[in-house]
Structure formats: structure tokens, C-alpha cells
């Protein structure tokens, strides 16, 4: 038996313009001021969707002088 994985991966504005800051800040179990912060700052943050979990990491320089 062979199943599918089925993964998405957006930015975190593409994220939040579809589903809204409060939503993705629930799902990600963090504030909605944390969302917004994370947008004025323009991190680098993705956020992935596969069988039905969301996650996020965040890209950043290393080292970061």
C-alpha cells in the first residue's frame, strides 16, 4: 500500500494574506502580535502544511555577524 504525502509551502505573507493574521498565529501557537512583528521586519519565515499539521521555520545568515 503506497500513500501520498502531500506537502505545501508559502511564505509567511502569502499565509497570512489567505488565512488571515489570528488564524495563522493560532495555528502556529503564537500571538497575533508576533505575526505582525514578523511581517513589519520582513523575516524570512515559511510556513508548511502536510496531513493537515502547519509548521514554520524561519531562514536566516549564518553566522549572523
Known sequence: ????????KTT???YVNKNGQAKTAALLGVTQSA???ALK???E???EEKDGRVTSYE???FPSN
Open 35 to 37: 505575526i505582525c512583528k
Open 41 to 43: 521586519y520582513k523575516r
Open 45 to 47: 519565515i515559511y510556513i
Open 1 to 8: 500500500l503506497v500513500q501520498e504525502v502531500f506537502m505545501t
Open 12 to 14: 509567511l505573507l502569502e
Open 59 to 61: 531562514v536566516k545568515k
